[in-house]
Structures are given as structure tokens and as C-alpha cells.
């Protein structure tokens, strides 16, 4: 787990995009293709993704292919 954030802990792509370098665009795009982490919509322009789902899917190597973490561990 990254430090500094707790399970169950609600992120912002954003957040996502900086602690996991992707973007926010990629994250989009992933979205509309099904393919990347399972994320949360809360209104009609939010959404959120949980820490420890986000963790699990990018420490996934059957995910790899998609990004470049952990370029930085």
C-alpha cells in the first residue's frame, strides 16, 4: 500500500494518476473499455476509485501491460 493511505480510501483520478503515473486521460479511456481498475460514479461528474482496489489492480501483473507501475518502487 502506498504510504500514507488507509484501505477503504476514496480517490479522486487525479490522486490516482499522481501516485500511479497515469493520467487522468488514461484513466478515461480505460473507463470507456472496461479494462481498467473498478472505480465508483457518486454523480453525474464524480468518480472515485478505492485505494485498496487501486492498489490490487496496479501490483496485478496481468495488468501490466497498460502501465508502467512500478516504475518508481
Known amino acids: 500500500m ?3 493511505l488507509m ?6 483520478p487525479k490522486d490516482v494518476a499522481e501516485l500511479y503515473g497515469v493520467t487522468s486521460q488514461e484513466l478515461a479511456q480505460w473507463r470507456r473499455a472496461n479494462l481498467g481498475p473498478p472505480y465508483f460514479i457518486l454523480g453525474r461528474n464524480t468518480v472515485r476509485y478505492d ?3 487501486i492498489e490490487d489492480w496496479f501490483n496485478d ?10 516504475a518508481g518502487r
Do not use: F, W
Not at 484501505?7 to 479522486?12: K, R
Not at 501483473?61 to 512500478?70: E, F, R
Open 2 to 4: 502506498k504510504e500514507g
Open 51 to 53: 485505494s485498496g482496489d
Open 61 to 70: 501483473p496481468a495488468n501490466g501491460y497498460l502501465h508502467d507501475y512500478p
Open 7 to 12: 484501505v477503504g480510501t476514496m480517490m479522486t
